[in-house]
């Protein structure tokens, strides 16, 4: 089952033993894009996170996580992108630069893109993690996930084979089709990893504006 986000909330989830966790959201847009362009600014360190100015944070360490969540139309909240790290309350007004974790197991949030140099396949933190084979890094012996791979390269040769970088020569493509079978495959990867890893599909079309789109779609094990 996959949905499309209602809108986009860049949020911070503070939380210590002493007082609980707490979700302050200090922006929402209605695009993914829009929403990247302010999050990551934050997350690199060159902005601080807008704290709302009638919120106020006891002093003390706490666990900090900053996340950009889609909001669903039911009002689930999926988180798309997140950082975490351990700091105290009075560094939350300043910039910081939130940490990249290293991890060796399957990603939490696993992202697909179909891109011209390959797919491009990003985790929580939109590091790129690897293209169409990227499974086996992970789960070598999946026969079912090494199988999908090949459904996946295959998706990608159609936007490799058939799409040009000016958009102007893309009037042609079918976009209908390459997208139902792009949200097919993704559907197909979340239902194999379960609650093992939460799935996206970043739906761009290359398109003159105003038929272009770079939004994301949502997908949930049953």
Known sequence: ?????????????????????????CASHGD?????RAFYPIANGKNPFPLPPDVVL?????????????????????????FEQTLHTAKIRTKIKWPEPSSDDLPER????????????????????????????????DQQLRTLSDEIREWQDLYEDGVHIDPKNNTSFDWEDFHAKGIAVCDKVQQLLGRRSQVFYRKITELPPPNDENSLVVFLPD
């Open 1 to 25: 089952m996959h949905q499309k986000p209602d809108h986009f909330e860049i949020a911070l989830i503070v939380a210590s033993k002493l007082h609980g966790s707490r979700r302050i959201v």
């Open 32 to 36: 993914f894009m829009t929403s990247c």
């Open 58 to 82: 006891p002093i003390e360490t706490v666990d900090a996580t900053l996340t950009l969540d889609a909001v669903l139309p039911g009002g689930g909240i999926v988180p798309c992108i997140l």
């Open 110 to 141: 696993i992202m697909f893109c179909p891109d011209f140099s390959g797919v491009c396949v990003q985790d929580q933190d939109s590091a790129v993690i690897g293209a169409y084979d990227f499974f086996l890094d992970y789960l070598p012996n």
